[in-house]
Structures are given as structure tokens and as C-alpha cells.
């Protein structure tokens, strides 16, 4: 079983910037993939990036729609994957969560084996 624990969300304006942590705990393995999704009042839970690891490399993954003012990285010795939000926009406010499967599952959220229960982002015009 895998813990996941959001947090960094709060109240920002436009504009500004933003890190999301994901503290993973309980059964880990060498070889994972963590994924940030978000969801807006009313709108369906969107892909934001992915990192995914094994002992030989690295690699992230955004939407089709492409990289966007995020950037995803992971911290080795904690366990935490962090999501940096930069030029903040009001259509940035959702609801964040990270997900965590053994390898990467694609944009799909109802894939990822484990979620987190969100950290929430409001951006303020």
C-alpha cells in the first residue's frame, strides 16, 4: 500500500508562482510513476504531468495539449514529487491531486493504482 500526502495549495494572484508537494510513504519500489491530475468545480479531473522512474532514468510526460507552465521533479531522498506552478492563472483554480502507479498509466485518471486527497489552488484575478 502507498501513502500519498498533498500539500503547498493555497490562495495566490494571478501572476504568481506555486510548489506542490507529494510525499510518498508506505510500500515503495524502485521503478514508479507519480502524476499530478487537477479538477474544477463541476469539470472533469485533468492530466497535468507525470515522472517516472526506474533505477536508470527519468522521464516526465505533459498532456497532448503540451508543456505548459508547469514543471514536475522528484526528490530522491524524501520521496516527494513536487509540481512548480509558474505565471498563475485564475483558470489555473482545481483541486490538485498526485497518483501513483508502478509505471506510467497515460492521462487517465481512473488507471492510477493510488491518490492522494488533493491540495487546493485558488487563483485570484
Same mark, same amino acid.
Given at each position: 500500500?502507498?501513502?500519498? $500526502?498533498? @500539500?503547498?495549495?493555497?490562495?495566490?494572484?494571478?501572476? $504568481?508562482?506555486?510548489?506542490?508537494?507529494?510525499?510518498?510513504?508506505?510500500?515503495?519500489? #524502485?521503478? *514508479?510513476?507519480?502524476?499530478?491530475?487537477?479538477?474544477?468545480?463541476?469539470?472533469?479531473?485533468? %492530466? &497535468?504531468?507525470?515522472?517516472?522512474?526506474?533505477? *536508470?532514468? =527519468? /522521464?516526465? *510526460?505533459?498532456? $497532448? /495539449?503540451?508543456?505548459?507552465? %508547469? =514543471?514536475? @521533479?522528484? $526528490?530522491?531522498? @524524501? @520521496?516527494? &514529487? *513536487?509540481?512548480?506552478?509558474?505565471?498563475?492563472?485564475?483558470?489555473? =483554480?482545481?483541486m490538485y491531486y498526485c497518483a501513483a502507479d508502478t509505471q506510467y498509466r497515460g492521462s487517465r485518471p481512473d488507471v492510477y493504482a493510488y491518490w492522494g486527497q488533493?491540495?487546493? &489552488? =485558488?487563483?485570484? #484575478?
Amino acid at each position: 500500500q502507498v501513502r500519498l $500526502d498533498e @500539500s503547498g495549495g493555497g490562495l495566490v494572484q494571478t501572476g $504568481d508562482s506555486l510548489r506542490l508537494s507529494c510525499a510518498a510513504s508506505g510500500r515503495t519500489l #524502485s521503478s *514508479y510513476t507519480v502524476a499530478w491530475f487537477r479538477q474544477a468545480p463541476g469539470k472533469e479531473r485533468d %492530466f &497535468v504531468a507525470a515522472i517516472s522512474w526506474t533505477p *536508470y532514468s =527519468t /522521464s516526465r *510526460y505533459w498532456p $497532448d /495539449s503540451g508543456k505548459s507552465r %508547469f =514543471t514536475i @521533479s522528484k $526528490d530522491n531522498a @524524501s @520521496s516527494t &514529487v *513536487y509540481l512548480e506552478m509558474s505565471s498563475l492563472k485564475p483558470e489555473d =483554480t482545481a483541486m490538485y491531486y498526485c497518483a501513483a502507479d508502478t509505471q506510467y498509466r497515460g492521462s487517465r485518471p481512473d488507471v492510477y493504482a493510488y491518490w492522494g486527497q488533493g491540495t487546493q &489552488v =485558488t487563483v485570484s #484575478s
